[in-house]
């Protein structure tokens, strides 16, 4: 069974910082994705990343503040929140595909599975 299990969220203060790990079992993934789904708004593309780590993307909001990883020997994704902000208040979904692109898409339909999701909570 193919899972994908996030973790990390929480409530923070603005200024601070989160680090979101996503594990996966069952099977492995050559692009990862971090989607971001605030109250009221459709789920937006935060940073994706490819299996050797050469291409990643990120969501002009989050450049500079935030930083997604994996490691491919733990089956592990992680995304690096810093200098948190009250409008990156959201639940946050790790998704993941079995393609490799030579553009790593930011389309949530692109991406065949996904987690159940972590809240993160910026306070001012």
């Known amino acids: 069974q193919v899972q994908l299990v996030e973790s990390g969220g929480g409530l923070v203060q603005a200024g601070g910082s989160l680090r979101l790990s996503c594990a996966a079992s069952?099977?492995?993934?050559?692009?990862y994705a971090w989607f971001q789904e605030a109250p009221g708004k459709e789920r937006e593309f935060v940073a994706a990343i490819s299996r050797s780590g050469g291409l990643v993307l990120y969501a002009d909001s989050v450049k500079g503040r935030l930083t997604i990883s994996r490691d491919n020997a733990k089956n592990t994704m992680y995304l690096e929140m810093n200098t948190l902000k009250p409008e990156d208040t959201a639940v946050y979904y790790c998704?993941?595909?079995?393609?490799?692109?030579?553009?790593?898409?930011?389309?949530?339909?692109?991406?065949?599975?996904w987690g159940q999701g972590t809240q993160v909570t910026v306070s001012p």
């Open positions: 069952g099977r492995t993934f050559e692009t």
């Open positions: 998704a993941a595909s079995p393609f490799s692109y030579s553009v790593i898409p930011r389309t949530p339909s692109r991406y065949n599975y």
